[in-house]
C-alpha cells in the first residue's frame, strides 16, 4: 500500500518542485510541500520543499550542495511553465480534451521541442498529469505514450521547414494519437450501440482523433511556433538551441 501511494504520490511531487524552481529562480522563496512559503534559505525550505532526493538536484539551494548553471534553470523553467500551461488548459478546456471527439488546445504545445529538447519533458509531464487528473488509467499509459513518441519525433524534424512553416513537426502528434488513441478507444471503450467490426471502428475513432490533432497541432502548433520565430522577444524566452 505504501508503494503504491508514494507512485501515484511522486509525479505531484515533481511538478511542486518543478513550479519550486521557477519560484525560485525568480523570488527569494519556494513552497514547502504543504503549500506554505518558506525562506529558501532556511531549514525549512531544505527539509520540506526537497522531500525526494531524487528531485532535490533540480534546485541551486544557496545553503545546500545542490548547484546548476542558469541554463539547466532556465530549461527547468521551461519545463515546469510548460507541464503547468498544458494541464491548465486540458482542464480548463475540459469538454474538448477528452474523449474519441477532441480539439485539445494544448497538444498545440507539442510542437515546443522544435526550440529544444527539454520541451519534450515539459509536454510529456503535462498530458500525464492532466491524462491523471481528467482521464482514465488507460488515457494515462497510451495517452502520455503517444505524446512522448510524438514530441521525440517533432524534435528529430525540428529544422524542417515548408514555405517558412514547421509543418513537418506538426505531424508526428497527429499521426501518432491517431493511432495509438484511435485503437485505445475502439479496444477500451468500444461503443455499444455500434455493431461495426473493431478494425473499422479503430478507422474512425483514429480519423476523429487525427482531425482535432491536425486543429491542434498543424494549425494552432504551427502558428505558436511562427509566431514565436518572428518575435524577437518570444524566441529569446523560448529558444533555447
Not at 511556433?225 to 524577437?232: F, G, H, M, P, Q
Request: aromatic share 10%.
Amino acid at each position: 500500500m505504501k508503494t503504491g501511494y508514494n507512485l501515484i504520490r511522486l509525479p505531484f511531487v515533481v511538478l511542486i518542485q518543478i513550479i519550486n524552481a521557477v519560484i525560485y529562480h525568480f523570488t527569494p522563496y519556494a513552497l514547502n510541500f504543504n503549500g506554505i512559503f518558506a525562506d529558501r534559505g532556511s531549514v525549512l525550505f531544505r527539509i520540506k520543499v526537497i522531500p525526494c532526493r531524487l528531485t532535490a538536484v533540480i534546485f541551486k539551494c544557496r545553503n545546500t550542495p545542490f548547484l546548476i548553471g542558469n541554463s539547466s534553470v532556465r530549461k527547468l523553467v521551461h519545463c515546469g511553465m510548460v507541464a503547468a500551461i498544458y494541464v491548465v488548459l486540458c482542464l480548463a478546456l475540459q469538454p474538448l480534451s477528452y474523449g474519441a471527439v477532441q480539439v485539445r488546445v494544448a497538444e498545440a504545445l507539442c510542437l515546443l521541442p522544435v526550440f529544444g529538447a527539454e520541451y519534450i519533458v515539459g509536454v510529456v509531464l503535462g498530458c500525464f498529469l492532466a491524462n491523471l487528473l481528467g482521464s482514465t488509467i488507460v488515457d494515462v499509459i497510451f495517452g502520455t505514450l503517444a505524446t512522448l513518441l510524438a514530441c521525440l519525433v517533432t524534435y528529430k524534424l525540428r529544422n524542417v521547414r515548408f514555405k517558412g512553416l514547421a509543418i513537418a513537426a506538426s505531424l508526428p502528434p497527429v499521426l501518432f494519437n491517431a493511432v495509438i488513441i484511435g485503437i485505445e478507444i475502439a479496444v477500451m471503450f468500444p461503443d455499444p450501440t455500434s455493431s461495426a467490426p473493431i478494425w473499422l471502428a479503430c478507422i474512425t475513432n483514429g480519423i476523429s482523433v487525427g482531425i482535432g490533432e491536425l486543429i491542434s497541432c498543424t494549425v494552432l502548433g504551427v502558428v505558436l511556433v511562427k509566431l514565436i520565430e518572428s518575435n524577437a522577444a518570444l524566441r529569446k524566452v523560448f529558444a533555447t538551441e
